[in-house]
């Protein structure tokens, strides 16, 4: 999608920018794969929100915040029912070990090759899901949590990179938003699977919600041992022969000299980078990892998660019942999952800052609503009887609020920081993106309980002001980057009215040279 592959090389060095070859089998495949990939991280997200609002779940493993959910259900202060720390480690436990592990797995991948990443991915998350099936106590919980959280680490660094290598060009950008898509498909099953199991007589329905985690896991395990390694990792592991081999099988025609070449040289230089973590903080690369820094943090501060993670929860804080706050999570994330798909096919004609400028002012709109209307019922006390009319407007809103981000932030949360990125500090861009989205989910899933009983309805102009932030932010700091081919991009600073003063300073370090050379295996290396 950023590849742009049919505009022509602004620069001298006039490279081809598009390859023989198209969608094959083995593309296919590699789809499948990190579609996998993006169904275990969105079920993890969906399915721990469903499952601390059953009773069952709750009064076994945290009797404390089941027996004060119990009195305050007919009264009393319903802003604070939820609150421990113990219920929230739950929760968040998995996002510091995935933040951990992506770090890690970045040189497995990377010495290994992709696949058995994948394949150490999908092991690790088996036995997490095995011992949070079988819980008997927290710490098998939050232990199952750990090793799910690792298992993503694993296939967020190696899915995507594969996906990346192994895309035919033109199709980089649409699988990039089809990751996204298959997230929030993965949220939706999960609280579909949380609807149905909350019903199960005889309070085991939770078990179920979370061993059924191993069935796309188990895809991925299985799915990673038939997959063949990527040309570039070949090259990267020093089987050149192999390699070019590969490329052919996996574009579907012998006509892959020039791209073979691309890889080769992409390669080179690529090697010629002995410290990405050291030359990134380099001045000319300010803008880029001010954006890979910058982009996931405020991602996580539109609350999103807020509503992933505790819509049950927040729901039966409005005073809905246990079976009716499952299927508003159920609504939430239908929404989340189509209002996705505006975002993939309108991306690259409404540009990356019209989605980001008005799903802002969206989210602004619903989240100043979603805090008046709570605000309203339950004032500062917390203690109020909601009518059914009125909580049902809250949901709708809560919806509108949704689909602002899920064509906004969602996707482009993850677009935008790894196609602004040159090809040199790539992994290491990624590596903070990830490492960043991963701390800020576990720092707001950790606050939000907290925070709803201390700040109260507040909490929700908290999460307006910060939209605020970073909507100005996007409008004064982001170039349009809608169709600029991934190698031209260091163009896109050249002329902002800030970034400029950075990467024009006229030394040898604007690595535009570099960028056209490497450009057409530049997404390669993601
Ligand atoms: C975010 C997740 C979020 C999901 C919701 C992703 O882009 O990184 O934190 O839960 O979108 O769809």
């Avoid at 499952?51 to 069952?56: K, L, Q, Y």
């Amino acid at each position: 999608m950023a590849g742009g592959a049919a505009v022509a090389p602004s620069s001298s060095a006039g490279k081809r920018q598009d390859y023989p070859g198209g969608l094959t089998l083995f593309v296919f495949m590699a789809c499948m794969v990190a579609a996998t990939g993006g169904l275990i991280f969105g079920y993890d997200i969906g399915i721990s929100g469903g499952v601390t609002s059953m009773d069952p779940f709750l009064s076994r493993f945290f009797p404390s915040v089941y027996r004060k959910q119990a009195e305050s259900a007919d009264g009393g202060n319903q802003y604070c029912k939820f609150d421990s720390e113990l219920l929230t480690l739950f929760t968040s436990s998995l996002y510091v070990a995935a933040l951990v592990a992506s770090l890690f797995a970045a040189s497995v991948t990377r010495a290994a090759g992709r696949k058995w990443s994948m394949f150490a991915g999908g092991v690790t998350f088996l036995a997490g899901c095995a011992l949070n099936g079988a819980a008997v106590n927290v710490a098998m919980l939050i232990l199952g949590r750990v090793l799910l959280g690792v298992g993503v680490g694993f296939a967020n660094q190696s899915v995507p990179v594969y996906l990346s290598e192994m895309a035919p060009m033109r199709m980089r950008g649409m699988l990039n938003n089809g990751f996204q898509l298959m997230i929030t498909l993965g949220i939706l099953i999960a609280n579909l699977i949380n609807y149905g199991t909350a019903k199960i007589a005889g309070g085991w329905g939770w078990r179920l919600s979370l061993g059924l985690a191993a069935v796309p896991a188990a895809i991925i395990t299985v799915g990673s041992l038939f997959l063949p390694d990527t040309p570039n990792s070949l090259l990267e592991r020093g089987r050149p022969e192999e390699a070019n081999r590969m490329l052919q099988r996996v574009r579907g025609t012998d006509d892959v000299a020039a791209e073979y070449d691309d890889l080769v040289a992409a390669g080179e230089e690529s090697r010629a980078v002995t410290h990405p973590w050291r030359d990134i903080r380099q001045r000319r690369y300010r803008p880029q990892l001010v954006m890979a820094v910058a982009i996931p943090l405020f991602q996580q501060l539109t609350g999103i998660n807020v509503i992933m993670f505790y819509a049950p929860v927040l729901f039966k804080t409005l005073g809905f019942g246990g079976t009716a706050s499952l299927m508003s999570a159920v609504i939430t994330g239908l929404v989340n999952l189509v209002s996705t798909l505006v975002s993939v096919f309108t991306v690259d004609r409404a540009g990356r800052r019209a989605l980001f400028l008005e799903g802002g002012a969206q989210m602004l709109a619903a989240q100043v609503a979603v805090g008046a209307l709570i605000g309203a019922k339950f004032g500062w006390s917390g203690v109020a009887t909601v009518p059914a009319g009125y909580a049902a407007a809250t949901v709708v809103v809560m919806c509108v609020y949704v689909a602002g981000f899920a064509w906004s932030w969602g996707p482009l949360g993850w677009l935008v920081p790894s196609e602004v990125m040159p090809l040199e500090v790539r992994p290491a861009g990624q590596s903070i993106t990830v490492a960043v989205n991963m701390l800020m989910t576990f720092a707001v899933a950790q606050a939000f309980l907290p925070m709803l009983c201390r700040l109260k309805f507040l909490l929700f102009f908290f999460f307006a002001a910060c939209v605020v932030v970073m909507t100005l932010f996007i409008a004064l700091f982001l170039p349009e980057t809608k169709g600029v081919p991934i190698e031209d991009m260091a163009g896109v600073w050249k002329t902002h009215w800030y970034w400029k003063r950075f990467v024009n300073d006229g030394d040898d370090t604007d690595g535009h040279g570099v960028d056209i050379e490497m450009g057409c295996v530049g997404e390669a290396k993601k």
